[in-house]
């Protein structure tokens, strides 16, 4: 796990950034700030996102399973996608921890904002209803578009 995926986690399970923050030389708050914002980011080809979901994709199981296999079928290996679980109003903060060339957001309450943003049904939406194959194959094909 990398520190950007431990805090993301941090910050999903509620725990105050104050105590997993790196902090600088100098104890004033404005280098505190400074620190998260020098933070390289975090480059991926595809940055796959979920808001908080009992079956969530980033846990080991047939979801996630499922997600390696839908973004396998486009070409991508398991190296290349880092998913994410957040809450709705963190997007843009977990947006900039990275340098995805596509962002998969699967919610219904995340928007895409950019050209290489898509959104689709989440993976186990998919599972117990196959008639959202289809349009998750279409988003997919988009998906292969932009990343050549």
């Not at 509620?14 to 004033?28: C, H, I, M, Q, R």
């Not at 914002?37 to 199981?61: R, Y």
């Not at 050209?115 to 196959?130: A, D, K, R, W």
């Given at each position: 796990m ?10 999903a ?11 600088s030389?100098?104890?004033?708050t ?16 595809c940055?796959?996102?979920?808001t ?22 486009i ?6 996608i ?32 950019l050209p290489q ?23 997919l094909?988009?998906v ?5």
């Amino acid at each position: 796990m990398n520190q950007a995926q431990r805090n993301d986690y941090l910050e999903a399970l509620g725990v105050p950034d104050f105590l997993y923050l790196e902090k600088s030389n100098t104890a004033d708050t404005a280098n505190t700030a400074n620190v998260a914002t020098t933070t390289p980011k975090i480059n991926t080809q595809c940055l796959v996102i979920e808001t908080q979901n009992a079956h969530s994709f980033c846990q080991a199981g047939n979801t996630q399973v499922f997600l390696f296999k839908m973004l396998g079928a486009i070409g991508l290996k398991t190296a290349d996608i880092q998913c994410v679980s957040i809450q709705a109003n963190a997007l843009t903060a977990t947006l900039e921890k990275y340098n995805a060339k596509t962002v998969l957001l699967m919610s219904a309450t995340l928007k895409p904002s950019l050209p290489q943003h898509f959104s689709t049904h989440h993976p186990s939406e998919i599972l117990v209803n196959e008639s959202f194959k289809r349009a998750a194959w279409e988003v997919l094909k988009k998906v292969q578009q932009c990343l050549k």
